[in-house]
């Protein structure tokens, strides 16, 4: 499930131009994880180690993380990149792939 964090890392894009792709990555992660913990496919706890495992391999630190996701924009980021995928359910079915 690690590396299908990777494949649908395609990114969220807003009005404002593209995000830093530190931002990209913790949106994704997040979504992902928020998504995977929603549909009930995961355990919270395992969710959130996978999404944090993910960003730590990328070089994403949790204070970086952290910094995103305080961001305004963090929320309606995520939210639209879940859209963009058709969805939590949608998601989950990709990252199963």
């Known amino acids: 499930m690690l590396a299908s964090l ?3 890392s ?3 894009s807003t009005a404002q131009g593209d995000p830093d792709p530190s931002t990209v990555l913790v949106t994704v ?3 992902n994880a928020i998504c ?3 549909t009930e496919t995961l355990p919270a706890e395992q969710a959130m180690a996978i999404a944090k495992a ?3 391999q990328q070089g994403i630190t949790a204070t970086r993380s ?3 996701q305080r961001n305004e924009d ?4 995520m939210l639209t990149y ?3 995928r058709g969805g939590c359910e949608q998601l989950v079915q990709e990252l199963k792939q």
């Not at 963090?74 to 980021?77: A, I, R, V, Y």
């Open 36 to 38: 995977l913990i929603e």
């Open 29 to 31: 992660a997040q979504a």
């Open 74 to 77: 963090f929320n309606t980021l």
């Open 10 to 12: 395609s990114g969220p």
């Open 66 to 68: 952290n910094a995103v």
């Open 6 to 8: 990777i494949v649908i």
């Open 54 to 56: 993910f960003l730590t």
């Open 82 to 84: 879940i859209q963009q």
